[in-house]
Structure formats: structure tokens, C-alpha cells
């Protein structure tokens, strides 16, 4: 994501994606699945050295990997869904009637 961050302190919405990700792990609000793959996207995710607000660029990665961190972004981009309606406790999901399948996990 090259587009405009939320909060101006980051460089783009990318690194903005991925500093909230950084601090989900830090604050123990999530786990991931032992994916060696995972692991070694998350891994290869670098702050700047010439700008601490900005990671490096995508294309840097893939040269690092040798492949695009598809799972990392996708793990990224499913956590920065606007959260400020869960911090002030608003959020409602929706109601869906899943007929003879309601499994009481909502």
C-alpha cells in the first residue's frame, strides 16, 4: 500500500500496516501458526535506516526472499481494519442469519 497513512507519523499506509502489527505482537494480542514462511516474511520486514517512521520497499524483500511476502502483507492488512470501534467498545457484528448453521461463535 503506497497510499496516504492514517496518521501522518508514518511514511505511507504500508508501514503504518505493519508498525500496528509490530505492536500487536509486542502487547501480546496475537500469535501466528508455526509457518516457517510467516516467519521469515515477518522477519524480513526492515525499519528504514534513514527514515525510522518508514519500512523498506516492497521490492527489496522479494530480492531478500526471493518471492513476495504475500502472507505477511495478508496478515497485516486483516489487522488494520479501523480498530477505533472496538477500542471504544461500539463495534456490533453484524447480525446474519445463518439458518441451521448458527454455531454461537459471534
Known amino acids: 500500500s503506497r497510499g496516504k497513512p492514517r496518521n501522518e507519523r508514518y ?7 505493519y508498525f500496528k502489527l ?8 496475537i500469535s501466528i501458526p508455526d509457518d516457517k514462511e510467516l516467519i521469515d516474511e515477518l522477519g524480513s520486514i526492515k525499519v528504514d535506516p534513514g527514515n525510522p517512521n518508514k519500512i523498506m520497499d516492497k521490492k527489496e524483500i522479494r530480492k531478500s526472499l526471493g ?24 463495534y456490533k457484528p453484524p447480525k446474519v442469519d445463518y439458518g441451521q448453521y448458527q454455531w454461537g461463535i459471534i
Open 22 to 29: 509490530r505492536e500487536q505482537f509486542e502487547n501480546k494480542c
Open 11 to 17: 511514511f505511507n499506509a504500508r508501514a503504518e500496516m
Open 67 to 90: 518471492y513476495s511476502p504475500d502472507k505477511g502483507d495478508a496478515l497485516a492488512m486483516s489487522l488494520f481494519g479501523d480498530d477505533a470501534a472496538y477500542r471504544k467498545g461500539s
